[in-house]
């Protein structure tokens, strides 16, 4: 097949992460799925993760793709879990209204060993505080000065926001 385009111009090939994305898009998540998948990558590394996460379309596909990955034996073949890959996890279920799955993902990094910072805590701040979770919030911010980590002028901004919002919302004149 050509790399050529139109009046003779190259194309850029496609990159493999949005081939991925546009599989689990079109195909229903299922062992056929998967195994076309990993067919097209038998090993997974970080950036190609992350990517395909970000990249993902539907929350729901991501969450899909992130649990196939954890529980094959990818970790154990070198794959490495870096925040980054939880922060869009975490803030994608989080714009779709999906709390819950937010704070389970957020609890699954301490149980693959991966370090959480401030980033990982702001970005499940603004989920909570999105869904007007202002206890919820308050038991992890305590969790977070409990780990060392230390709120940022972010941080507080989120706090402010999140109560801000709430208030708007009842001033429904």
């Not at 993902?56 to 073949?77: G, Y």
């Not at 803030?91 to 819950?100: E, N, T």
């Amino acid at each position: 097949m050509s790399n050529l385009g139109p009046r003779g111009k190259h194309r850029n090939p496609e990159k493999l992460e949005d081939i991925i994305c546009r599989m689990m898009a079109n195909r229903a998540w299922i062992t056929s799925l998967q195994n076309s998948i990993r067919s097209l990558v038998p090993v997974f590394d970080n950036n190609l993760v992350y990517n395909v996460l970000h990249g993902a379309r539907n929350p729901d596909h991501a969450l899909q793709f992130f649990r196939w990955v954890e529980r094959s034996d990818m970790p154990k073949k070198g794959i490495k879990w870096v925040e980054d890959l939880f922060i869009v996890l975490i803030d994608s279920y989080g714009k779709s209204g999906i709390v819950q799955e937010s704070v389970k993902i957020f609890r699954s990094m301490e149980e693959l060993g991966v370090a959480r910072t401030i980033k990982s805590y702001d970005v499940l701040f603004k989920v909570i505080m999105r869904r007007g979770r202002y206890m919820m919030a308050k038991r992890y911010f305590n969790k977070m000065l409990n780990e060392g980590i230390n709120p940022s002028r972010h941080t507080y901004n989120v706090f402010i926001w999140g109560v801000f919002s709430f208030v708007e919302g009842f001033n429904c004149e």
